[in-house]
C-alpha cells in the first residue's frame, strides 16, 4: 500500500482528541484507502459505504437521537464497538445527506424528527463509547456543506493528491535519502551533484504521472504511461460526472467549459484565466468568481490570486478579478496537454518543450497541500512574480525556473523579483526554484532544485 503522510495525522487524532473526525479531499486522492488501513489500529470497526449499503441508509436516516443510532448499528453488524475501543468508519457521507436532503424537501417535518449524524457526533465524542469518522467526495459543494458547520466536535483534516515526498517514497527512494536532502535545504548546502540530478529526474517524472494514487501505483507497477493515461482518464470522467451531477442548475454548462478550458489556459504565456476564451452563450454576463470557489471546493483546480502589494497580510491585497487556476493534480494537467508517446518520450528527456506552466502547477499543488495559500504578483511597475506566500508574518516570494540558469554563473535571471526587493527592503528571503543545485545569489535570495519545493511546509 502506498504511504501517505496523513497517517500520522490520524494518529494523532486517535491517541490526543476527543473529536469526531471529518476526512475531506478531491474525489481519487485515495482518502477511504488509507482510512480503511487506520481503522485496523483500532480493536474492533464497522465500515459503511451509504453508496452501497442501500440498508444501512435507510436505518441511519430515521434515527432520533443516539441510543437509537447505536441500537441501529446493531442491526447492520455483530461487531461489537460500544466498548471505548471501536470505531465506526462512514465513507460517500454526501450521499447520505443528498438522500436526507430529498427526504426534507418532500416532508419538512423530517429535519425536526430525525437527528443527522454531524449533529449527532457531538454526543458521540461525548459519550466516549466509539470513535467516528466520516468521510466523502465534494463535500465542499454539496448539501453537506451548505448545511453544515464543524461544531466542535468534528476534527476536520483534508487530504490531497500525493506530494512529491510521497511519490519518492512509492518509487523507491528511501527515507534516509529524503531526509538528508531536505537537510541540505534546511541548511541551504549543496547537494552532491549525482544525488541532485537523480531527484531532478524523478520531479520530472512527478510532473507527468502526478499523484493521484491510482496512477502513481500504475506507474510503481509497471512504469507504462497507458496506465497511468487510464488512470488518469477514469478520475477525469469522474470529474466531469461530478460537475453534471452536483453544480447548480445554471452554472452545470459554465463550469464545464471551465473545466475543459484549464489545461490549455494554464499553459498559455500569461497562465491568467481569460473569460472571453469561453465558447457560453452571454459569457459577458457571467459573474465566474463563484465558479472559481466551486472548481477550488471540490479540489478540481487551485485558484491562486493576483496581489497589489507584497505586504503581510497578503489577502487584504487580494484581487479577486485577476486569478491563475491551477489544476488540482499535475499529472492529470500534463494528460490533457500530451498525448501518450509525448509523455513517454517528455519523462525521460524534457529538454525540448517548455515546461514552466506544468512546473508552477506542481508547485501550487505542493504548496497548498502543505497548507499555504499562494498568491502570486502581477504590476506593469515590477513585473510579475510566480508566487508569493506567508511565513512567520513574513513575506516570501518565490520563483519558479523549468529552463538551464546561465551557464557561465549558474544562475538565473529574474528581473520581476529584483525590482520587487528593491521596492521592498523589508522583505528578508526569497527563493528561485529550478534546474540547478542549492546557491545562495546574495543575503535575500537563494536558488534550489525544483524538488525541494517539497520542503517548503507549515
Not at 65 to 78: I, K, P
Not at 94 to 115: G, L, T
Request: charged share 25%; with cysteine; proline share 2%.
Amino acid at each position: 500500500m502506498l504511504y501517505r503522510k496523513v497517517i500520522k495525522e490520524f494518529e494523532n487524532w486517535k491517541a490526543n482528541e476527543n473529536t469526531a473526525l471529518l476526512v475531506k479531499g478531491a474525489r481519487q486522492v485515495g482518502k477511504t484507502k488509507i482510512i480503511e488501513e487506520f481503522i485496523k489500529s483500532f480493536d474492533n470497526y464497522i465500515e459503511i459505504d451509504f453508496t452501497k449499503d442501500s440498508e444501512a441508509l435507510t436505518l441511519l436516516l430515521e434515527v432520533r437521537n443516539y441510543d437509537e443510532f447505536v441500537s441501529r448499528l446493531s442491526l447492520l453488524s455483530q461487531t461489537n464497538i460500544i466498548n471505548n475501543s471501536g470505531v465506526l468508519f462512514l465513507d460517500e457521507i454526501q450521499y447520505y445527506y443528498e438522500v436526507r436532503a430529498d427526504r426534507i424537501s418532500r416532508d419538512p417535518s423530517f429535519r425536526e424528527k430525525y437527528i443527522d449524524i454531524v449533529t449527532l457526533s457531538k454526543e458521540i465524542a461525548e459519550k466516549g463509547e466509539f470513535r467516528l469518522i466520516i468521510s466523502g467526495s465534494m463535500l465542499g459543494v454539496t448539501i453537506f456543506s451548505i448545511n453544515h458547520n464543524p461544531t466542535g466536535y468534528l476534527k476536520e483534516i483534508t487530504m490531497y493528491p500525493m506530494d512529491f515526498e510521497e511519490f519518492l517514497l512509492a518509487n523507491g527512494v528511501s527515507q534516509r535519502i529524503i531526509s538528508e536532502v531536505e537537510d541540505y535545504f534546511n541548511k541551504k548546502e549543496s547537494v552532491p551533484e549525482t544525488l541532485n540530478e537523480m531527484l531532478l529526474n524523478k520531479f520530472n517524472e512527478y510532473l507527468f504521472v502526478g499523484g493521484y494514487p491510482a496512477a502513481v501505483q500504475a506507474y510503481v507497477n509497471s512504469k507504462n504511461m497507458n496506465q497511468v493515461n487510464g488512470a488518469l482518464e477514469t478520475i477525469d470522467n469522474w470529474y466531469r460526472q461530478d460537475i453534471i451531477k452536483y453544480a447548480a442548475k445554471e452554472d452545470k454548462i459554465v463550469i464545464l467549459e471551465m473545466y475543459s478550458l484549464l489545461a490549455s489556459e494554464i499553459s498559455k504565456k500569461n497562465k491568467k484565466f481569460i473569460k472571453s476564451h469561453m465558447d457560453v452563450k452571454n459569457f459577458k454576463n457571467i459573474d465566474l468568481t463563484d465558479r472559481f470557489l466551486w472548481l477550488k471546493n471540490a479540489g478540481i483546480a487551485i485558484p491562486t490570486y493576483n496581489v497589489t502589494n507584497a505586504i503581510y497580510p497578503l489577502e487584504i491585497s487580494k484581487d479577486n478579478k485577476i486569478i491563475k487556476l491551477f489544476m488540482g493534480d499535475v499529472g492529470l494537467l500534463t494528460s490533457k496537454l500530451f498525448d501518450v508517446e509525448a509523455r513517454k518520450k517528455y519523462i525521460i528527456d524534457s529538454s525540448e518543450i517548455d515546461l514552466g506552466a506544468i512546473t508552477e502547477n506542481a508547485v501550487s499543488q505542493l504548496l497548498v497541500a502543505h497548507g499555504y495559500n499562494s498568491y502570486f504578483q502581477s504590476t506593469k511597475k515590477h513585473g510579475e512574480i510566480d508566487f508569493l506566500i506567508e511565513s512567520n508574518m513574513n513575506i516570501v516570494p518565490i520563483e519558479v525556473k523549468s529552463g538551464e540558469p546561465n551557464k557561465k554563473t549558474d544562475l538565473y535571471n529574474h528581473a520581476a523579483l529584483n525590482n520587487l526587493l528593491e521596492a521592498h527592503k523589508e522583505i528578508k528571503e526569497s527563493w528561485v526554484f529550478g534546474k540547478c543545485n542549492v546557491k545562495r545569489e546574495n543575503d535575500v535570495i537563494f536558488t534550489f532544485p525544483l524538488y525541494m519545493v517539497e520542503f517548503v511546509r507549515k
